[in-house]
């Protein structure tokens, strides 16, 4: 719809179609059969007040969502059939990876493209009935949900025109999909729920709040020298469309300069150009590294902004209208015809094509020449209205990201709050841009991410077991004290219907309350007694309770004291800031190894993305998670997840590997893995062929350098289960650091015994500490 005119003076489209030279016919021409399509995106928090507003103004029983059919393409068929026959796991996912990665591959294509798969179809029975199987199940539909986007409105009740379900939650579904509504003469509208939208509104508002300017998205001049030279340092990650890896590196090689780059770049980034090795050409075109040439002058207006490269749809149809006269209606006709590439079809248009250009005077040749360039790229062209439309959108969350840093990294931070695996990777992003996360705060935190000056504030919405309402209660009881002092003034300010003891508990250990004058460890010994005080009194208060003689109001009693507790160490700190938050706030593990990974030559994992398939990569982190499994075989094996200071992965630890490394794989082991990556269509994950204690593989960490642990025994604190627990310590802690028992020096002698080595690091020596006494364990 950014080629209609009219759609841009009413504002449905913010970009203007004659300065970008998009088409109408496009959208819609006297050629069209079916009815003009319009995508419209929605803020996505407010995507259901429109819907709702569709339904109230067309009638409810005249409005409904669509139903959507997920089919089973190529490689789930094989796994899903793999899995119904029994096929082991491994097996069957190393089957599913011989299949190409290309866009709607069919089995039978597959066949016929990926040798290993065809040898092993050929030369393994079991191998043929899995594919046979699964290519009659090809194309069937696996399951049903309702569209993310589509929503029908007819003129009279659709339960007289089309059969109709409701959801769990209560939402009233078309049974048929979109093109058999279509078909049957309905109306169905695409109202997108997209985060983006509500990231820049977010970050508007927040700018607006934090900074007193009233910032419009009109007002954002489209050359702005610092957002360009943002893209071109590839530091795009949050902005929308260009933040993957393999876009930010085109980026850096390309150094776009104008909004017609990023137009050109969002049509190029796509299955078809980038296997068919277009961007590398047409980089080198812009640079100049490559000649630009026009097989005829009459191509150069219209090919030139892509450097001689046909890039869009809307270039095929305007070569037709120019070469051949076809009107731009008949020249969506033959755009059409060879996006499907039907012979046929495709015939009758070359001789049409050819027909026009001869008559034009055009040489027969070359005309036959340009075409067959046309249904060349044909298939590789996309949509140049669609493309300027998120190139906009794309363009105005890279300025907020430049000029308001601050701001957009806050609106962000809370567009993707639930979504772990991101949340950590824009916090590593705030850290490259020099941006302090704090952590959240009940004395300044809102619902949502916030920021404060140069940081960005936690919002309380992100914190475990707190809810919207208990989050209100307590900016409402915050705005008349300015502050909250104590746990105690919290517990008598805050509405108690709101909070719990697993409310306050999970609010200590995300850090929310370290600004009431005590550490975590002394605040969480004294919940019950706050709970229980703060709920007397507001009952007191409520009930109006008033001295005998007098109208004062009897007044409470003083707080009690906050016992003298040592602090949390920094393991069990970090380790309740993961289970409330998700993620690490005040610190990180890995962060003290940070410098000396350089050493290891480790990849960070946010840039896995960039490797290849079955690539050799060696990466550090924290194990998140380790879920065991037993294949079909009977085999045992596990998928981890590693979370380094840039993001997590999924590791493949595969029935040798495990057997040799399943005790090194527990939660919170910081580990060294090395192994091979495995290029899947959710991501990268990395199957493991070695894993070790990151402290063992540090360079001068090894078996020579180690230091031994010394601990002295204090026989009154040597209980069965202290004993038990040291075991169990020593056995989940393997490694080279040799620890050696010593008796108290009144007691005479060293005392040997078994062997045992472990991996030191910090947790180790701060249970050891637990365990034993301070005093009785150090290093030597």
Known sequence: AAGSLVGYAL????????????????????????????DIDFCMRRRGEVISYVTQKYGRENVAQIITFGTLAAKAALKDTARAMEMPYADADRLAKLVPAQLNISLEEALAQSPPLKQLYDHDPR???????????????????????????????????????????EEIVTQFAMDDLERIGLLKMDFLALATLTVIDDTLKLVGQNRAEALALGDIPLDDPETYALYSRGATSGVFQFESHGMREILRRYQPSRLEDLIALNALYRPGPIEGG???DFIARKHGERQVSYDLPELKPILEETYGVIVYQEQVMQIANQLAGFSLGEADILRRAMGKKKPKEMGAQREKFISGCRERKFSEKKAAKVFDLMAQFAGYGFNKSHSAAYALLAYHTAYLKAHYPVEFMAALLTAETGNQEKVVKYIAECREMGITVLAPDVNSSDWSFTPVGAAVRFGLGAVRNVGFNTVQAVRAAREPLGRFDSIFQFCEAVDARVLNRRVLE???????????????????????????????????????????????????????AL?????????????????????????????????????????????????????????????????????????????????????????????????????RF????????????????????????????????LPGN???????VVITLDLSRMSVE???????????????????????????????????????????????????????????
Not at 529 to 542: D, S, T, V
């Open 11 to 38: 504002g449905i489209t913010d970009i203007d179609p004659l300065r970008y030279g998009l088409l109408f016919e496009r959208f819609l021409n006297p050629e069209r059969i079916s009815l003009p399509d319009i």
């Open 127 to 169: 191998v043929k009935e899995v594919v046979n199987t699964a290519r009659k199940l090809e194309g069937l539909a696996r399951h049903a949900s309702t569209h993310a986007a589509g929503v029908v409105i007819s003129p009279q009740p659709l339960q007289e025109i089309v059969p109709l379900y409701k959801t769990n939650r």
């Open 278 to 280: 277009m961007i590398p």
């Open 506 to 560: 999970s609010l200590i250990k995300a850090g929310a309350m370290d600004s009431l004058g005590a550490h975590r460890a002394a605040l969480l010994e004294v919940v019950d007694r706050a709970l229980e005080r703060g709920a007397r009194l507001q009952r007191e208060k409520e009930s109006g309770q008033h001295a005998l003689f007098g109208g004062g109001v009897t007044q409470p009693t003083p707080p009690p």
């Open 563 to 663: 016992p003298e507790v040592d602090e949390w160490p920094e393991h069990q700190r970090l380790g309740y800031e993961k289970e409330i938050l998700g993620f690490f706030i005040t610190g990180h593990p890995l962060a003290r190894y940070e410098g000396r990974l350089r050493e290891l030559k480790t990849t960070p994992i946010a840039e896995l993305e960039t490797t290849g398939n079955n690539d050799a990569v060696r990466v550090a982190g924290i194990v998140v998670r380790a879920r065991p499994m037993r294949s079909k075989r009977g085999e045992r094996w596990a998928i981890a997840t590693l979370e380094d200071l840039t993001g997590v992965v999924d590791l493949l630890i595969f029935p040798e590997a495990f057997r040799r490394l399943e005790s």
């Open 666 to 697: 527990y939660p919170d082991a910081v580990l060294l893995v090395k192994g091979r990556t495995r290029a899947e269509e959710t991501g990268v994950r990395v199957a493991v062929q070695e894993a070790a204690p990151l402290e063992e593989a």
């Open 702 to 708: 090894g078996a020579a350098a180690a230091p031994r």
């Open 722 to 780: 202290t004993i038990e627990r040291l075991d169990a310590l020593f056995q989940r802690k393997p490694g080279r650091c040799r620890v050696e028992f010593k008796l108290p020096p009144e007691l005479g002698e060293h005392r040997g015994g078994k062997e045992v080595r472990v991996a030191l690091d910090d947790e180790l020596l701060a249970e050891l500490k637990g365990l034993c006494g301070e005093a009785a364990v150090f290093l030597q």
